[in-house]
């Protein structure tokens, strides 16, 4: 198994895992609302998240094996570059085609933004490994990758990331992340958590 940097080629089959590992998550059931078309609406959703992100350089890792692509971490650096315009188009319609997407959309990121940290940082927005091959420390590998990558730039001063999900606090907590604060979203907890670098000297 490596960790490498996603190319455009790559997109199938990382969103693939990605919804497939968010199929029963918190806080995209809340934000694209479970039911019928969720699985689609997911799909799209990463695909438009991912396809951004590539392009503009940003953090997009995968795990590569001889069978394939098994996983991916994908946010931001320190910096959040407007999308390109074509992707940015796209968006405000998935964006109006789902009701109360907007809203709710505004109900997370209040909650984020109230808890991330004054320094500089990159942010993890979204991490998934294929359910078939979970429990292998693939997602370890990503996550260890991701947080390197943001030691190794000068500007970034840790890693900030959120999740809804009670079970994997402590995958998170044993690879150095602490709770900065948690709100209620919907009808489930958001928890904010934060990896500080070690700055030598």
Known sequence: MTITSAVPADLDEAVRC?????????????VLQ??????ARLTQFFSLLMR????????VLVARAAAGIHGAIMGYTTLRPAWPAQIAAEWERFEAAV?????RLLAYEEIAEKFKPPAPHYYLGAIG????????G????L???FCERSAGDALSDGVYLETAKE?????YKSAGFVETGRGELGSDTLWCMYLAHKKAG
């Open 18 to 30: 990605l919804t497939a590992s968010f199929a029963q998550d918190p806080i995209t059931g809340y």
């Open 34 to 39: 479970t039911g019928e078309g969720y699985p």
């Open 52 to 59: 951004a992100r590539i392009a503009l350089q940003m953090p």
């Open 99 to 103: 009701p109360g997407l907007t809203e």
């Open 129 to 136: 490994v294929d359910p078939s091959v979970q429990g292998r």
């Open 138 to 141: 693939i997602g370890a590998q």
């Open 143 to 145: 996550l260890k990758s």
């Open 167 to 171: 079970s994997i606090l402590s995958f």
